[in-house]
């Protein structure tokens, strides 16, 4: 796992990146000097989140994308108002079941050390990464997507395999 400042990682950032990043995550204007942002509840990639399937899929169809960061962060107060019950139950349904079935393999959020709580965002945005593949359907050009976790004023890259997708096997 390589461990980079904000800022430093930001500069490192390839031209034509889409960054998906959660509402209240307090680097999205740093991260985003150099990537299109896409800001959804949680970083969650279901529609139900707030995600811009379309909008996605435009960036990816005209070539303006060629490589998507999905980030998590630290002190989301999202999953922790959905998984506190906080949040209307209707709210987020993908998002919400997402996260708790890692609270059933991780322990309840709230209680988790500073340590685990990574493993459980790296876990998370994982489970964005993959479910990316079904949005890149019909994609014609390769795209490379990272998941990343911002913790304080650090990046955690390679928290999630990276993967150059061409078609993914679920539209052949």
């Not at 899929?57 to 998984?83: K, P």
């Not at 393999?105 to 593949?133: C, D, K, M, N």
Request: charged share 20%; proline share 3%; with cysteine.
């Amino acid at each position: 796992m390589m461990c980079l400042s904000v800022r430093r990682y930001s500069r490192r950032l390839a031209e034509k990146t889409l960054l998906i990043c959660c509402n209240d995550c307090r680097h999205i204007d740093e991260l985003g000097a150099r990537a299109t942002v896409l800001t959804s509840l949680a970083s969650g990639v279901a529609v139900s989140s707030g995600f811009d399937a379309s909008l996605f899929r435009y960036y990816i169809e005209t070539g303006q994308v060629r490589q998507v960061v999905v980030a998590g962060h630290s002190g989301c107060r999202v999953i922790r108002d959905l998984l506190d019950d906080r949040i209307r139950p209707d709210w987020l349904p993908d998002t919400r079941k997402q996260l708790q079935d890692l609270e059933f393999l991780f322990g309840t959020y709230s209680r988790l050390s500073p340590e685990s709580r990574l493993g459980f965002l790296f876990a998370y945005v994982s489970i964005q990464v993959s479910h990316l593949r079904s949005l890149l359907c019909g994609a014609t050009a390769g795209v490379h997507v990272q998941g990343i976790v911002i913790s304080g004023d650090r990046v955690l890259t390679d928290c999630c395999k990276s993967a150059l997708w061409q078609v993914p096997p679920c539209c052949n």
